[in-house]
C-alpha cells in the first residue's frame, strides 16, 4: 500500500478549517483525498492478488497510484516543514498561531507558487489515474484462475521416499492423543497402550473428544505430519475423514466434501447446490452421532472457517479425535480453546534429515559426492530445514542434465536470495505455497512485512528497532489519540510471529528482542519489494534499471559492484524516504546532502569513523527526518543543531562516544523515543519533550534538584532506565527526595531500571512510600533491599512479567507472593551469600498454580531446604535455580519432586562443597535429573 494510509490522514488533517487554506486549492484537496479513498480499497483488492495473476494494466496502474502517493505526501511533508520550521526556537504552544502561518504560505512568494504549482501537477495525474481506474473496472477485480497442482494431492499420493524426519514427531502427537498431554512425560511407547475405558470394538465410553492442532510455517511439513498421524493410528473408528480447508474456502464446498469422505457411499450423489451450510451441518451431525470419528482439518487460515465446521462435529463422549492443521498461531489456540486440548508446534528438520531428504531427491541414495558436499550444506542452510524449500531445491537440481557439475549448484546457491529462474515448475510451486501467506495478511501487516526486505540475510532484526521505524514510516495505523504507536506496533510484531511469518529470538528472560527471516520467505518479499519499487537493494540494482527511477528506500548491505557504484553516483536521491546502512558498506554510504525528504536515517553499527566522506552535520539539514538510529556508529561529536529536526520521533545515541547532547534537542516536540549513551546528561528544559514513551541508555542520569523535578513532567513515559548517581549528602538527599517524587508521577511507566544505588535509597523510597505504576511489566534494581517490598504483590503489580530484585532476607512466604504473580515470566531474587540464614527457607511447597507462567525462576544464594513441587506448580518453567544441602540430599527421604515440573530443560543448584560427601550429593543430583522425563541439563556450583 506504500505510504497510502499516512497520506490519507495528512490530507484529513489539512483539509480543516483551522488550516484555513486557498479555497482552490482546498478544494482540490478535497477531492484529492476523497478519489484516493476509492483507490485505496481498489489497491487493497490488488495486493491480495499475487502478481501473476494480475492483468498488466492493473499492475500498471497499481504501480502508478503508488508512485504518485509517495509524490504527495512529499509535498504535504514540505509545506508542514516549511511552516513548523519557520521559527523552530519559537514557543509554538498555539497550534492555531502554526496553522495560520501556513495559510500565509498559499499567498505569498516562492513558497506559494512552489505548492501550488506542485499540487497543480498532482491533480492532473490523480485525475489520469483516476480516469483509468474507472476504465479498467478494478472494483470488479477478482484473481485470475490458474490450474495448480494441489499439494495436498501429493501428500496423498506421493512418493513416501520424501518422507523423512519426522518419525519422533508422528509418534508425540499419537501419544498425546491417545493417553492425553501428560502422556508426554513418560517414555516413549508405541503403538501407545489401550485405555482402560476402551472397550470390544475399539468403542470408548464417556470419553470427551480430544483436539490436537499442528501449527508451523508454510512448507514445514504439517499436512504430511497429518497424514502419516492418520495412517498410523490403530485404534479404531466409526468414521475417518481427511479434508483440506485452504485459505478462501467455500465452507458448502468444505461440508460436503467432510460428508463425502466420512461415507461416500450414502453421498456420493449428493447434491451440495441445493443445499446450504446449515442443512449440511445437520447432516454430518446426524452422520456422527454416538459414533467415534477420527477427522482432519487440513491448512485452515480463519477463525470462522473452524467455527463453521466445528458446529458440525458432535462431542457424545465417544472418545472421538480432531487434529487440524494451520499456519496461524491464533487459529491454534481458538481450535484447542479447552484446557485438554493440545498444540503441536513443527519443528525444521534437522541438518542429518535436511541432507537425507536432498540427497535421496537427486542421487536416489543419501550419499553425496564428495566434491558436493560443501556447497550441498551451504544450500541446507538457506532452507533452514523446511522440506518444501529443501524438495524444491533438489527438484530444481535434479531435473538439471548438469546437476552433478559443481558449478550447476553454485549457481543455485547464489540465486536464493535474488530470485530463482523463473522457469522451474518445482521452484514457481514453492514460491506459490510459500506466497500463500503473505497475501493472506491484511494490508497493513503486509507493508510491514514486506519493510524487513531492508534487512540482509540471516541478520538479527532488533523488535524495538524494527517497531520503531514502522512507526517513523506511518504504517501503524492509530485509531485514536490515546493508543499509543509503539504499543500498537508491538501488537503488529506479535501477529506476524502468530502467523509464522517470522522467527522470533528469544531472551534468556523468555521476551522476544529479535526476530529473523526465512531465506526464502526473504527472497519473496524482496522480489515483491522490487517490483512495487517498495524497498531498493542498492548491492543489487539491475543493469537495466531505468536511470530516471526513483527510488524510496534504499538498503545498502554487503558491497556493490563498480557498476552499482557508479549508478548510485549518478542517482538522484531527492525522493529517497528511507536510507539504512550496514557495518560492511560502511565507506559506500553517500553525502547526506543529497536527501532532500529523508524520513529515516538508520547507519546502525557503521563505524563512521571509517567513512570520512559522512558528515553529520548535514543531518541538521533533513528536516523530513522521523528516525535518527546512530548506535553503534562510533562518531564521537553530534550535530548540535538538532532541534530544527521538528519531526523526529526516535534518536539512538548508544555507543556513539559522545559525552555530550545538545541543548536543542528540548526543542523536538514530537520525540517519542531517546536513547542516550554513557555520561550523557540531560539537558536543561528536557520537560518539554511532552511526547516521550522511552527514555533509556547506558548514562540517563546525573541528575540535579531541577532535572530530578523535570522528569516528573515526563507523564506519558512508558520506559524509563536510568543510573542513580547520587551519594547521602545533604544536597543528593533532597535531589534524591525529588526523583522518588517523581518517579511516583509516572503512572504510565511499564518498565523501570534502576541501576547504581545505595541502599540507603532503597530505605528512602520505601519510607516514603514509594508504589510503581500498577502498569509496570519489567522491574529491575541492582542494590538490595532488606526484604521483599510490600507493594510485589498480585493486587499491586498484577501486569509484571520481568522481576530481577536483590533481596537480602528472604521469608518464608516470599516465593509464594512471587507465585502469585498471574503474569510472571522471569524472575531473579536473592543477594548476599547463601550461609546467611536470611537466606534459607525452609518446607517450602508450592502448589498447582504457583507461578503459571513463569519460564525462568532464578532464586539466586538462597537455599532450599526440603521443598516440594507438587503437580500442577511452575508447568511452564524452563530454567530453575536454588540452594541445597549435601546432608539433605543424602537422607533417605529426599525427594526433590522436579519430575512434576513438566518443562524443565536446565536445573542449577548451589551447593555447599565442605565436607567428604559431596561427590555422594552430585551422583544423587544426577539421577534425579536423569530420572526427568526431559532429561534437563544439570548445572552445580560449589558454595
Given at each position: 500500500?506504500?505510504s ?32 484516493l ?9 490488488v ?5 501473476d495473476?494480475l ?10 497510484v503508488?508512485?504518485l502517493?509517495?509524490d ?33 504560505l ?7 507558487h ?25 472494483a470488479?477485480l ?5 490450474t ?6 501429493e501428500?496423498?499420493?506421493g512418493?513416501?521416499?520424501?518422507i523423512i ?56 511439513g ?33 461440508l ?11 453421498h ?55 487434529i487440524t ?29 535436511s ?11 543419501e ?8 556447497v ?25 542434465q ?14 536464493v536470495?535474488r530470485?530463482l ?8 510451486e ?41 512507526a ?7 485509531e ?32 522476544v ?18 517490483k ?31 557498476l ?53 552535520r ?21 550535530p ?9 520521533q ?31 546528561p540531560?539537558?536543561?528544559g ?49 535531589t534524591?527526595k ?9 503512572h504510565?511507566l ?7 544505588i ?25 542494590t538490595?533491599?532488606?526484604s521483599?517490598?510490600s ?30 504473580l ?16 536470611g ?32 503437580p500442577?506448580?511452575m ?7 536454588f540452594?541445597?544441602?549435601v ?28 565436607g567428604d ?27
Amino acid at each position: 500500500m506504500g505510504s497510502m494510509g499516512s497520506l490519507l490522514r495528512k490530507l484529513g488533517e489539512i483539509i480543516k478549517e483551522k488550516y484555513n487554506l486557498h479555497k482552490g486549492v482546498q478544494k482540490k484537496v478535497k477531492s484529492f483525498s476523497t478519489q484516493l479513498t476509492i483507490m485505496r480499497a481498489a489497491l487493497g483488492k490488488v495486493a491480495e492478488v499475487p502478481p501473476d495473476q494480475l492483468d498488466d494494466q492493473v499492475k500498471f496502474w497499481a504501480n502508478e497510484v503508488r508512485e504518485l502517493a509517495y509524490d504527495m505526501e512529499d509535498v504535504i511533508d514540505s509545506l508542514l516543514v516549511r511552516v513548523e520550521g519557520c521559527e523552530p526556537n519559537a514557543d509554538q504552544a498555539s497550534f492555531k498561531k502554526l496553522m495560520a502561518r501556513m495559510a500565509n504560505l498559499f499567498k505569498k512568494g516562492k513558497s506559494c507558487h512552489d505548492i501550488v504549482t506542485a499540487v497543480e501537477e498532482i491533480h492532473e495525474r490523480l485525475q489520469d489515474v483516476s480516469s483509468r481506474h474507472k476504465r479498467y473496472n478494478l472494483a470488479n477485480l477478482h484473481a485470475a484462475t490458474r490450474t495448480t497442482v494441489d499439494p495436498f494431492l501429493e501428500v496423498l499420493y506421493g512418493d513416501k521416499k520424501n518422507i523423512i524426519g519426522i518419525e519422533k514427531a508422528r509418534d508425540d502427537i499419537i501419544k498425546k492423543i491417545s493417553d492425553g498431554g501428560q502422556s508426554m512425560q513418560r517414555p516413549e511407547v508405541y503403538p501407545p497402550p489401550k485405555r482402560k475405558k476402551i472397550i470390544e470394538g475399539g468403542r470408548v465410553s464417556k470419553e470427551q473428544l480430544k483436539i490436537l492442532s499442528i501449527v508451523g510455517f508454510g512448507g514445514v511439513g504439517k499436512t504430511t505430519l497429518a497424514r502419516e498421524v492418520y495412517d498410523a493410528l490403530p485404534t479404531k473408528f466409526d468414521y475417518r475423514a481427511f479434508v483440506s480447508v485452504s485459505r478462501n474456502p467455500d465452507m458448502k464446498k468444505v461440508l460436503s466434501n467432510l460428508l463425502f469422505k466420512l461415507d461416500n457411499r450414502r453421498h456420493a450423489n449428493l447434491n451440495a447446490a441445493n443445499l446450504d451450510v446449515e442443512q449440511l451441518i445437520i447432516l454430518v451431525r446426524e452422520l456422527l452421532s454416538k459414533k467415534r470419528y477420527f477427522i482432519i482439518i487440513d491448512d485452515l487460515w480463519n477463525k470462522e472457517a473452524w467455527t463453521t465446521i466445528r458446529y458440525a462435529l458432535n462431542d457424545d463422549e465417544c472418545g472421538s479425535i480432531i487434529i487440524t492443521t494451520t499456519r496461524l498461531m491464533d487459529v491454534s489456540k481458538v481450535c484447542c480453546s479447552s484446557k485438554d486440548d493440545m498444540i503441536h508446534k513443527m519443528k525444521s528438520l534437522s541438518l542429518d534429515d535436511s541432507q537425507k531428504l536432498f540427497h535421496r531427491r537427486i542421487f536416489s541414495c543419501e550419499v553425496c559426492p564428495s566434491r558436493l558436499e560443501q556447497v550441498s550444506r551451504k544450500i541446507l542452510k538457506k532452507c533452514a530445514g523446511v522440506p518444501l524449500a529443501i524438495i524444491s531445491l533438489a527438484s530444481y537440481l535434479a531435473n538439471n542434465q548438469r546437476f552433478n557439475q559443481i558449478d550447476q549448484w553454485y549457481v543455485l546457491l547464489n540465486s536464493v536470495g535474488r530470485g530463482l529462474e523463473k522457469g522451474d515448475d518445482h521452484v514457481k510451486e514453492m514460491k506459490r505455497i510459500l506466497s500463500l501467506s503473505f497475501y493472506d495478511l491484511p494490508s497493513y501487516l503486509k507493508t510491514c512485512f514486506l519493510y524487513l526486505s531492508i534487512f540482509p540475510e540471516d541478520h538479527q532484526i532488533g523488535r524495538d528497532r524494527l517497531i520503531r521505524r514502522w512507526a517513523c514510516e506511518g504504517f501503524i495505523q492509530v485509531e485514536n489519540e490515546t493508543t499509543s504507536l509503539l504499543e500498537l506496533g508491538d501488537s503488529y510484531f506479535n501477529q506476524l510471529v502468530n502467523r509464522n511469518m517470522i522467527e522470533p529470538i528469544i531472551h534468556d528472560d523468555g521476551s522476544v528482542e529479535a526476530c529473523c527471516v526465512h531465506d526464502l520467505m526473504l527472497d519473496l518479499i524482496c522480489e515483491v519489494s522490487s517490483k512495487e519499487n517498495f524497498v531498493t537493494i542498492l548491492d543489487f540494482i539491475e543493469g537495466d534499471t531505468p536511470s530516471g527511477k526513483k527510488f524510496r528506500r534504499l538498503s545498502l548491505q554487503k558491497g556493490m559492484t563498480d557498476l552499482t557504484t557508479t549508478r548510485m553516483a549518478n542517482t538522484s536521491m531527492s525522493q529517497v524516504r528511507s536510507f539504512t546502512a550496514f557495518s560492511p558498506t560502511v565507506s559506500k554510504i553517500p553525502s547526506l546532502y543529497r536527501f532532500q525528504v529523508l524520513r529515516v536515517l538508520d547507519l546502525e553499527g557503521c563505524d563512521l569513523r571509517k567513512s570520512p566522506g559522512i558528515d553529520l552535520r548535514h543531518v541538521e539539514k533533513l528536516l523530513h527526518l522521523r528516525y535518527l538510529g546512530l548506535r553503534g556508529t562510533k562518531v564521537g561529536k553530534l550535530p548540535m543543531d538538532i532541534g530544527k529536526l521538528q519531526f523526529l520521533q526516535t534518536l539512538d545515541l548508544q555507543w556513539t562516544n559522545s559525552k555530550e547532547l545538545a541543548s536543542s534537542v528540548v526543542q523536538l516536540r514530537h520525540l517519542v523515543c531517546l536513547i542516550l549513551d554513557l555520561g550523557m546528561p540531560l539537558p536543561n528544559g528536557f520537560s518539554n519533550l511532552k511526547c516521550l514513551e522511552q527514555l533509556t541508555g547506558h548514562g540517563v542520569g546525573i541528575f540535579t534538584a531541577d532535572s530530578a523535578k523535570e522528569l516528573g513532567c515526563l507523564i506519558g513515559l512508558r520506559e524509563l532506565a536510568f543510573k542513580w548517581d547520587l551519594w547521602l549528602n545533604p544536597d543528593d538527599l533532597r535531589t534524591t527526595k525529588v526523583l522518588i517524587e517523581s518517579l511516583g508521577k509516572l503512572h504510565k511507566l511499564e518498565s523501570l531500571e534502576i541501576c547504581s544505588i545505595g541502599p540507603w535509597v532503597v530505605d528512602l523510597m520505601l519510607e516514603l512510600e514509594w508504589v510503581p505504576s500498577p502498569n509496570l511489566r519489567r522491574l529491575k534494581f541492582d542494590t538490595c533491599f532488606k526484604s521483599l517490598p510490600s507493594w510485589i504483590c498480585c493486587s499491586s503489580l498484577p501486569l509484571l512479567s520481568y522481576l530481577d530484585l536483590p533481596v537480602g532476607k528472604v521469608q518464608s512466604g516470599d516465593i509464594q507472593i512471587l507465585g502469585m504473580l498471574p503474569a510472571l515470566r522471569y524472575v531473579t531474587l536473592g543477594a548476599g551469600t547463601i550461609e546467611r540464614a536470611g537466606n534459607t527457607v525452609e518446607n517450602l511447597e508450592l502448589s498447582a498454580g504457583d507461578f503459571p507462567s513463569a519460564r525462568v525462576c532464578l532464586f539466586h544464594k538462597i537455599l532450599l531446604v526440603h521443598p516440594k513441587f507438587q503437580p500442577g506448580a511452575m508447568p511452564m518453567v524452563q530454567r530453575l535455580r536454588f540452594g541445597l544441602r549435601v546432608n539433605d540430599i543424602l537422607c533417605p527421604e529426599f525427594d526433590l519432586s522436579i519430575g512434576n515440573l513438566p518443562s524443565l530443560r536446565q536445573l542449577r543448584i548451589d551447593l555447599d562443597s565442605r565436607g567428604d560427601k559431596y561427590s555422594q550429593a552430585m551422583d544423587a543430583l544426577r539421577r534425579v535429573a536423569e530420572g526427568h522425563p526431559k532429561s534437563p541439563t544439570l548445572r552445580v556450583d560449589k558454595y
